[in-house]
């Protein structure tokens, strides 16, 4: 596991595993299109806008997924001293940020057919808002600031606190009484949504992890070369 | 006074200097020199440990410089290369904020004398930013006078000055010298000014 | 320490001349303040129960805005004309400096505010007996503010480039502070603890703040 | 003649490397609206009602807020170090600087404001047929203001007592364009006779822009 | 081309200097002299139109200034006695505008000789800011070059800068007058610039 922490490691392992993440990314995504607009039903209360869904909550689930790995990998670089971290942060938050507007993008898609509205001021939709900014921040940061040692720790602090923002987004359907969908699938006990909707959704956020991952490996290694390269 | 050993500056991992080695004891006066660009400012910058050195190490005292420095920064003026006065602010009140945080012992006669050898004497009500260039200068001069330290440290404090300002300026660095102080500094001129050491960067 | 607490009232008196000499960014600053408020009363229209009701968001909002006018002149123009550096030389750690400097901050750009508090609640219809509450809640956000922009603003001296982001890393972090004060003054009865809470923040706030900003500040000057 | 198109193009370049080297930084400053309007929303509650009611108030406030922040920029940088005289010595007068200046801080300052607003009503809940009313009173009222801008800050330049006053009159007269170009929204009816009289007046203020700014300019300069 | 009659000029209600002559033609340099605040810079300004006279008059190819004067500001360039250089951004963005902005016929290999002898190729990609005080002043120089005027209004360009480069300037005044150029600055030094006119203020 020690490519997850060093950048020589990291080209090795992934020199590997690139091609079949992106072979597999794009078979997956080409299957989970399949399912969701063929094989899947329409529901009986949303039509045909359920299938919004299966880019919705992928989308979404990544988003998370992607800056609680970020707030790993800025433990790892702060308290061990790890400069892999850094080098992870600044490689994936873009990433982050574009799953962040994808979801945001097509739960507005789904908000206006559902609630009438684009946009409601509810505890969920604004803290994922909140979590899209700081994304932005964080890349604004990584762009402008000019001592480079500097700024990755500045921006691992950031993202630590920052991070207190991941379990509102994710518990404020539960917390406040919301416009949005509670935890239907996501729940630890038995989801209570119809396998035939689940099947696709599942397909999907493999597809879309594959995707982000193929991505973030390219990010990764650019970011190491461009650190050996330049050293500033 | 101050012992400079082996000092290797690094900015932006590009080296600016290596192994300089300097002394000041009581009484000096060292001169930096050098063509432009070769590190006379980040010497000075690093001898006040503004900017920490890649190698080397500075002693105050006989003490490291950075276990010392409050005691350092007590006996130290340092006049940059560039102005440092409120440029919004009249002459007068530039003064009055320098003597008062500088806590300075010099009393107004003292002031006035030295306000009229720079010939600076008409100027008490002026913006700073309407003076002009050489007149700017010579009011950072005042800082050494207000502040009445031992140790000078002085990027280029010849620059811009007339003949007679530039003679004023050598017999005051006489003077200092003379009472015990010990001055370092940077210049591209040559003034005849007596000179213990001689740094090339 | 006698000769120290000097000074710092000395300090103060170079902050209090380079301020009032901008005395018209201050009273711009006010200006806007009202001038705000003149706004949102003219596009709610005159219904005395909507303006109240929003009346306290709107001071909210725009202390914060102001406040981040003014985040461009806390360390900024001392960094550039060097007088950081005399400062540091004069005896003054850079966290000191960063102490001293957020102090003045609360002073000169954010007391002004405060003080237009009251005229601001008459015009928002603010029932009177609030007006405490504000003004106790606002204080000492206001003072959290300077904090965080002491620490966003020193921060930004290495980013010469985007001078908005500074701004931004504090809007974001005061958004749980502006949640939070907002209903302090809508929950009277649990009013004080939850001052007690605002001020917990603030001092915690406070004691990051020397470290930080003085870090950045050291950092900053040493590639200036 | 072309030659003069040439140069008057590279100005525009040379702003626009000063104000916004890139993309993100036009990014950040949209961002910045959008984290105010988020903040306005936190501080009011997220009552649809009453956002949507506030939500032209909000909206002002955040255009004369940018305008505000962005005075300091207008020529004082370029007066300090110099380039306003290199610009002037390279064949623009000082009226002709006022009016590129004036356009300059109306593009890279106010537009990408306005671009934001259409995502901003959708935000605030104001109806979409307001949309186009909007955008239109305040393209002309935010050129309105940019002048106004940029005769008070070229006035600041002189740091002489009395001028101070005058660009204080000049924020003072910026209240009754903005009252006025409020209350447009909400009266339909009679949207486009008014219009023209907001168009009105920013032909009057473009006409005398560029004669008092540089006026001042030139004064400001002999003055350094 | 350029004539100075009776020159005065006051600044809040205070003499500067009074009655100043010169003339200058294609070909010549003139060096003004004076202690700090004698109204070197003033006299400069003055000149170009920014600062109005008192008293005097200015005469451009024969026609008074005040009438002409983008017929000079066509021909003249001007450097200030403090940089004017965009320090926020890099070296080569600050070349980029000049060249630009003053629709210079240099092409890029006459830049790039400029840069070498200026030593300043290395320095491209470097924030203006963050070069050292000689090698911003040098910077401004490269205005000279992209320019490309026939008269140089330069105020105090001596200042701050090594020994080479200094001689580099006296080589591009040489040069530049041998080729019907005319130079006007002010300086404290005495680097052995051959003058054809020397005014004290
Ligand atoms: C811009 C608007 C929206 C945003 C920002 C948003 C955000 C999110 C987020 C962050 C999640 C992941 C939560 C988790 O992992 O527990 C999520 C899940 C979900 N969203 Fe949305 N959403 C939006 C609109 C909508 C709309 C309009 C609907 C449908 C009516 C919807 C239905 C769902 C569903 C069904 C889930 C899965 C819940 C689960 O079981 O975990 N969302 N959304
Ligand atoms: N903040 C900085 N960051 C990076 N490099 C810098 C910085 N400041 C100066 N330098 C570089 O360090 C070198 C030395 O600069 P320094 O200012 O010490 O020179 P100097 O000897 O004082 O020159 P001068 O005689 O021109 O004043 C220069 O090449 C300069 O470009
Ligand atoms: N903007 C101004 N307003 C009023 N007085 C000014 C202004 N600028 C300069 N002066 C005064 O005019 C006099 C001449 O200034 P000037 O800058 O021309 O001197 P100089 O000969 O260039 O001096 P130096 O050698 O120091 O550069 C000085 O006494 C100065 O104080
Ligand atoms: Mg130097
Ligand atoms: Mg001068």
């Known amino acids: 596991m020690k490519f997850l922490v060093n950048p020589a490691k990291f080209n090795e392992v992934t020199d590997y595993i690139f091609k079949p993440v992106l072979i597999l990314s794009v078979l997956l995504f080409a299957l989970g299109l399949l399912f969701s607009f063929y094989l899947s039903p329409d529901d009986y209360q949303q039509g045909s806008t359920v299938r919004i869904m299966y880019v919705h909550v992928p989308s979404a689930w990544l988003a998370l997924l992607t800056y609680a790995t970020m707030t790993l990998y800025s433990i790892l670089a702060l308290a061990f001293r790890i400069p892999f971290g850094f080098i992870f942060n600044t490689a994936v938050a873009p990433i982050g940020a574009v799953f962040t507007l994808i979801c945001i993008i097509s739960g507005s898609l789904w908000g206006k057919p559902m609630w009438g509205t684009w946009w409601v001021w509810d505890a969920r939709l604004t803290s994922v808002a909140i979590l899209f900014i700081i994304y932005l921040i964080i890349m604004f940061m990584n762009l402008s600031f000019e001592n480079r040692i500097v700024r990755e720790k500045v921006v691992a602090v950031f993202i630590l606190v920052g991070s207190v923002n991941l379990p509102i987004v994710k518990f404020s359907v539960d917390w406040w009484n919301t416009l949005h969908q509670p935890a239907t699938i996501s729940k630890l006990s038995k989801p209570s949504i119809d396998p035939s909707m689940m099947i696709p959704l599942i397909i999907m956020t493999f597809a879309f992890m594959m995707i982000g991952l193929a991505i973030a490996i390219l990010r990764i290694k650019t970011e190491i070369i461009s650190r050996k390269t330049n050293l500033s | ?201 | 320490m006698i000769k120290f607490l000097i000074k710092i009232i000395f300090f103060y008196y170079r902050e209090y001349k380079l301020n009032l000499s901008g005395f018209q960014d201050i009273l711009t600053n006010i200006i806007f303040f009202f001038v705000s408020i003149f706004i949102f009363i003219f596009s709610i229209g005159p219904d005395k129960d909507t303006i109240s009701v929003v009346g306290v968001g709107i001071l909210w909002t725009l202390l914060l805005l102001s406040s981040t006018l003014s985040l461009r002149k806390f360390y900024q123009d001392d960094f550039e004309n060097g007088n950081l550096v005399i400062m540091h030389l004069n005896g003054f750690s850079f966290g000191f400096i960063a102490i001293l400097k957020t102090l003045s901050n609360f002073l000169f750009v954010q007391i002004p505010f405060l003080l237009s508090i009251p005229i601001a609640c008459i015009l928002l219809n603010i029932a009177n007996d609030k007006i405490i509450y504000l003004i106790t809640s606002f204080g000492i956000s206001s003072f959290i503010l300077s904090c965080l922009g002491s620490i966003s603003s020193s921060m930004n001296l290495m980013n010469q480039r985007n001078f908005l982001l500074g701004s931004l890393i504090v809007m974001v972090f005061s958004i749980p502070i502006i949640i939070f004060s907002v209903g302090i003054i809508n929950m009277e009865e649990s009013f004080n603890s939850l001052i007690n809470i605002l001020f917990g923040i603030l001092l915690i706030v406070f004691a990051i703040n020397p470290w930080a900003s003085g870090l950045c500040l050291k950092l900053s000057l040493e590639n200036k």
């Open chain 2, 1 to 201: 006074m101050i012992i400079v050993k082996d000092l290797s500056v690094e900015r932006l991992d590009k080296k600016i200097f290596e192994n300089i080695n300097l002394s000041l004891t009581s009484g000096n006066i060292t001169i930096l020199r050098g063509k432009n660009g070769s590190g006379k400012s980040t010497l000075l910058k690093t001898i006040l440990h503004i900017i920490e050195p890649s190698f080397g190490t500075i002693y105050w005292k006989g003490k490291l410089l950075k276990k010392n420095l409050y005691d350092f920064y007590d006996n130290v003026t340092y006049i940059a290369d560039k102005t440092s006065s409120l440029t919004k602010l009249t002459v007068k009140d530039n003064i009055n904020i320098w003597s008062r945080i500088f806590f300075s012992n010099i009393n107004n006669s003292q002031l006035e004398t030295a306000l009229k050898t720079l010939k600076l004497e008409n100027y008490l009500n002026k913006k700073v930013g309407t003076l002009s260039l050489g007149e700017t200068k010579k009011l950072e001069f005042l800082r050494l006078i207000i502040e009445n330290k031992k140790v000078w440290i002085l990027d280029e404090p010849l620059s811009n000055l007339d003949e007679d300002s530039v003679q004023l300026i050598k017999q005051t660095f006489e003077d200092h010298c003379s009472q015990g102080g010990s001055i370092i500094f940077s210049s591209h001129q040559n003034p005849g000014i007596y000179v213990t050491e001689e740094v090339q960067l």
